[in-house]
């Protein structure tokens, strides 16, 4: 079922997603896109759902990745 909740961007670009709609979609990465003048947001699928020939290639979990990455930019910042 369809849910509507209105809600605003704040100064630096975010939006706040209310808790009952980010369950539901059970997904923390999205592909944005603009569609006849609305934003449409559709869930990325995690790269361990990944078939073929490229599955078991990232031995690393998304968490990790994103983890080392804010590690890499804090200790270059300095």
Do not use: F, Q, T
């Given at each position: 079922?369809?849910?509507a909740v209105t809600v605003?961007?704040?100064e630096k670009g975010r939006v706040h997603?209310?808790?009952s709609i980010r369950h539901e979609l059970k997904s923390r990465r999205f592909t944005l896109s603009?569609?006849?003048g609305r934003l449409v947001m559709d869930p990325v699928k995690p790269a361990t759902t990944v078939r073929g020939k490229?599955?078991?290639l990232l031995?690393?979990?998304i968490e990790?990745?994103?983890e080392a990455q804010e590690r890499f930019v804090a200790a270059n910042r300095r």
């Open positions: 079922m369809a849910k605003e961007v704040d997603i209310p808790s603009v569609k006849k490229y599955r078991g031995k690393a979990s990790e990745i994103e």
